[in-house]
């Protein structure tokens, strides 16, 4: 065990008693230097039975009862007395009624300050002698918790079972140096003298392995969250008390270990191929397979829709591997894709790429590759509960979003939102490490920021505000991080390159794509408007009543029907989360959280608020529901805590509804049973898994274009089998039921439709003028289009192969063959005729019945027109251009007459008819990619009558135009 010239040495005498030894390693023999127990320490004294584990026994001040009830009453009484303060009782139990020494350490992490008896000495160090400080130590896999004694200090490394099978590691640090950090504070610089290795059953002697590492130096202490800056802290006021308790005896300490550990819960899992792995991390291993599984099982079946945008990045990474890597653009692997000429990032392409390049092109494998990426957004966030909330439930975050509806239903589609969020979850880890001290970890942010930007157009928005945010807030630790700034801004640049190459290739996009989503910022409104516009886009999609209460803002196919955005039992832990951060804003792990919820919903402030574009704020949400739980944890028991705590107690209470008496430890406080924790997590996912595969189909029954938009796997799996057995048949496919029903080809039948035997085609294509018809042509037609064919008389034959059905059991899609009647052209001719022919109405306008001529009008209605509402619409479609005339009982002045259209190019003609019937003609031409608002400026007088024509230019004659609202002012 020789390393330098120190040891650390913790075992039983000859006498049987527990001692503590530094050592000195001088003449060849480990020579004791100092001894914290209760008896000499000598040559003579053999140090055979190295032991380490429960040290305490009842003293003359408590009552002996069972070991772990009187650990978990010394441990309470203990915590409850830092709560308050009360000083003199901390010291009191710590050195009198529960003296422990050793430091509990996962072996892949840091401590928890409430794992069993072991909390006693970590909050101590908090409390009473303000020197708790942590290390990066190079043989100990990430950060531990150090107690220091003067200028040595002790760590341990073990399992978190209290086990006497534990494996434990036992360090001895020296505070080497000292420097002043960029705050003019103090900084410790830990090195490791010795390491202990201790394995085995201690009840029946325990080995010493030698050290693992015999240069491990350079420790390097991370920031104290409690100043936000390195505070080594004073000496500790307790170096000189004894850190165990008088007069153990062997047997009686074997006897109290076995108490302990008789629940066969604390000990099925030991070591596993000679690893360590504590029971917290079983748990969270336990949880991400639950979440792993509630997103791969059923993938095709719910959700019940497979959209065209899911299917678009599977096919843009098809036709990007056809092309040598190169988009529209020329750009060589190019970030930026153009879907139906609006252009967006979209890295995860690549990954779509790989993964259907191994597994085929298949829903399950691109929802799949979606699903497993999202893992990682998963994970990110529960490494950020363990290590910077310091979670004792941190193992549960997987169950924690497996519940999340929002989540659910999203992380089961191939949505760009999928990957920005679970980007963004990985960011907000990294950036935490690096705020902790590890300047790689800045590296893993600016990378993890990087792709969070290049996924979703919203991501850039989100990371954009989130980085500036965070460099202002931390610009003191930056600085005394600067000299990895510039390997951290070199890092950052180069991954600005594929967006500088964009904006140069494409100046346009931005403004195009604001155009595209109706943004308000495009709009020629004034500025106060905009900044009203963007307070109310912003708070919409941060508002409670959003994300808890049913919303009818998102598309039905958006939404779990019974099910709120976010579980509603996360409602009051968040926001007590939101205030226990805001108390501890000054710790950066808190800040960075609350700036977390602050830009999550920026996404939607530019354009109405929808799911997909705020999804990122169940990242914060979830974390800080965590925190809200851990705080309700770290109450006063209600049968302790005195009459001044009546509010905690009864928040207390609150919390402990998700679980049921009892304890186990490395995973809760005692009072908490951490397997009903996990049973409850575990059932709400199995629910929520079996509502959605049993129930979710049958939630909407709008499975059309406006609603769920249901059957293309249905649908495509039906023409595969037919084209199979029928070579000749050619297969024309409605396009009406579903957008970007055009990318379903080459995802679904991209051989078919190299071969020309499927296209999307619709049956009113071959109503209005005769085309090539035969018996192979095979038409897949809404329930809707079938009645049209038939009530259209254009057809002689309307022959249904089969009817699919939707899951509600009503006619979905059928198989028909269609034939051209004999008398076809003469039918055409006499329906035009019809469809043209102006017809009569009539609509009351502000108490007005005005007298009406139009163009066939077969949706919506006139009221729809005369409203003042632009969201609601008459649908002319009797030819274009469409006609509209109305004539008023009595002349009435009019200086304005405004026409709201669909977005289009349109040639606009008005005529004004005058009291004594003169004529005047006014005309526009308008191009517009949203709908456009026009106005006329009408000539002073009194106006008996309007004459509206509206064409679409380019359009045919057939064209069906969209008119919201006409206004007359």
């Known amino acids: 065990m020789q390393n330098e010239d120190f040891g650390w040495v913790i075992g039983k ?127 100990v896999p990430r950060t531990v918790e150090v107690v220091q004694l003067g200028r040595l200090a002790v760590a341990v490394s073990r399992n978190q079972l209290d086990s006497r099978d534990a494996d434990l590691s036992v360090y001895l640090l020296a505070n080497e140096t000292s420097t002043i950090d960029t705050h003019g504070r103090g900084r410790a610089e830990w090195a490791i003298v ?82 360590s792995i504590s029971l917290a991390s079983v748990a969270a291993i336990a949880s991400l397979i639950i979440y792993i599984a509630s997103r791969l099982v059923s993938l095709s079946g719910f959700p019940i829709y497979f959209h065209g945008d899911e299917a678009y990045q599977i096919v ?165 991080q600067r000299r990895h700034l510039i390997p951290l801004l070199a890092v950052g640049i180069v991954c600005l390159v594929p967006y500088i190459v964009f904006q140069r290739a494409a100046p346009d996009a931005t403004a195009d794509q604001l155009w595209r989503v109706s943004s308000y910022l495009v709009l020629d409104i004034p500025l106060a408007e905009k900044i009203r516009q963007f307070a109310f886009h912003y708070w919409g999609g941060l508002t409670p009543t959003y994300w808890f209460r049913p919303t009818q803002l998102d598309l039905g196919r958006h939404l779990m029907i019974g099910y709120t955005h976010l579980p509603q039992l996360f409602a009051p832990f968040i926001l007590i989360g939101v205030a226990v951060s805001i108390a501890r804003i000054r710790h950066p792990v808190h800040r960075i959280l609350l700036i977390a919820l602050i830009t999550a919903p920026i996404g939607a402030s530019l354009t109405d608020v929808g799911i997909t574009r705020v999804l990122a704020v169940i990242v914060p949400a979830t974390l800080l529901a965590v925190v809200g739980l851990e705080w309700l944890i770290a109450l006063p028991k209600p049968d302790t805590a005195p009459g001044r705590f009546e509010f905690q107690r009864k928040l207390n209470q609150l919390a402990q509804t998700f679980t049921a008496p009892g304890s186990i430890f490395g995973l809760a406080r005692p009072g908490w049973h951490a397997m009903s924790l996990f049973a409850v997590g575990a059932l709400l996912s199995l629910s929520i898994v079996t509502d959605s595969l049993l129930n979710g189909p049958t939630w909407l029954t709008e499975y059309g274009l406006y609603g769920q938009q249901w059957g293309a796997v249905q649908i495509f799996r039906e023409v595969v089998e037919r084209a199979k057995k029928s070579p000749e048949d050619k297969f024309l496919i409605s396009s009406t039921w579903a957008n970007g029903t055009d990318l379903y080809l080459p995802f679904f039948v991209p051989a078919l439709q190299n071969e020309g035997r499927v296209l999307m085609a619709n049956v009113r294509d071959f109503l209005g003028a005769r085309r090539p018809l035969d018996e192979h042509m095979v038409f897949v037609m809404t329930a809707d289009e079938v009645q049209m064919a038939r ?157 509206i024509e509206i064409l679409q230019r380019g359009a045919g004659q057939e064209s069906i135009v969209h008119l919201r609202d006409i206004i007359v002012s």
Not at 77 to 94: C, L, N, P, T
Not at 919 to 924: D, N, P
């Open 316 to 480: 843009a990474g098809q036709r990007l591997v056809a092309s040598g890597f190169r988009n529209e653009l020329n750009v060589l692997f190019p970030l930026y894709f153009s879907n139906g000429g609006s252009w967006a990032p979209l890295l995860p392409v690549y990954l779509h790429i790989v993964s259907t390049t191994l597994f085929g092109t298949s829903v399950e494998t691109a929802r799949g590759t979606a699903a497993v990426f999202s893992t990682f957004g998963v994970v990110a966030a529960t490494l950020f509960a363990r290590d910077g909330i310091r979670a004792r439930t941190w193992w549960a975050v997987p169950l924690w979003f497996t519940i999340v509806p929002a989540w659910f239903l999203h992380s089961r589609t191939t949505f760009e939102t999928v990957y920005a969020v679970s980007g963004f979850a990985v960011f907000l880890f990294a950036y935490v490490k690096y705020r902790e001290g590890r300047a790689t970890a800045g590296y893993g942010a600016v990378i993890a920021a990087a792709f969070t930007f290049y996924t979703y157009t919203n991501g850039q928005l989100i990371i954009g505000l989130a980085g500036v945010l965070l460099v202002l807030t931390d610009l003191p630790y930056h600085w005394s």
């Open 13 to 139: 005498d000859a006498h049987g008693h527990i001692e503590l030894f530094a050592v000195a390693y001088a003449a060849g023999d480990w020579k004791p230097l100092t001894r914290i127990g209760p008896h000499p320490a000598g040559p003579g004294n053999s140090l055979t039975n190295l032991w380490l584990g429960l040290v305490d026994q009842p003293s003359a001040h408590v009552p002996s009862t069972l070991a772990q009830d009187f650990v978990f009453r010394c441990i309470r009484k203990y915590e409850d007395s830092g709560f308050r303060r009360d000083w003199v009782s901390m010291s009191g139990a710590w050195s009198a009624e529960l003296p422990a020494l050793h430091v509990a350490v996962e072996p892949e992490g840091s401590i928890s300050a409430s794992y069993g008896q072991d909390a006693l000495l970590s909050i101590g160090l908090t409390y009473v002698a303000d020197q708790r400080s942590e290390a990066v130590i190079p043989s």
């Open 791 to 947: 009530a259209s008389r254009r057809f002689g034959q309307v022959l249904i192969d089969t009817t699919m059905r939707y899951p509600d059991g009503s006619d979905a899609f059928s198989f028909v063959r269609l034939g051209y009647s004999a008398n076809f052209d003469q039918i055409v001719a006499e329906d035009r005729a019809a469809r043209i022919a102006l017809r009569n109405g009539q609509v009351v306008v502000k108490g007005q019945r005005l007298e009406v001529r139009h163009t066939l009008i077969d949706a919506g209605s006139l009221g729809d027109i005369f409203d003042g509402d632009s969201r609601t619409l008459g649908r002319f479609n009797g030819g274009n251009p469409a006609i509209l005339e109305f004539a008023y009982p009595q002349p009435r002045e009019a200086s304005r007459l405004t026409i709201v259209l669909s977005a289009g190019n349109w040639d606009l003609n008005v005529k004004t008819y005058s009291d004594g019937g003169a004529e005047t003609i006014y005309r526009k031409t308008v191009e517009s990619r949203v709908d456009p608002t026009i106005e006329f400026d009408l000539n002073p007088g009194k106006i008996s009558a309007f004459h």
């Open 194 to 275: 010795s390491q202990i290795s201790l394995i085995g059953n201690p009840a029946n002697g325990v080995g010493l392995v030698e050290n693992t590492d015999a240069e491990q130096r350079g420790a390097t202490p991370l920031p104290s969250y409690a100043e936000d800056h390195v505070t080594p802290g004073p000496q500790s006021s307790q170096s000189d008390k004894s850190a165990l308790a008088p007069g153990h005896d062997e047997d009686q300490l074997v006897d109290r270990i076995s108490s302990l550990n008789s629940d066969s819960k604390l000990t099925f899992l030991k070591r596993i191929h000679g690893v």
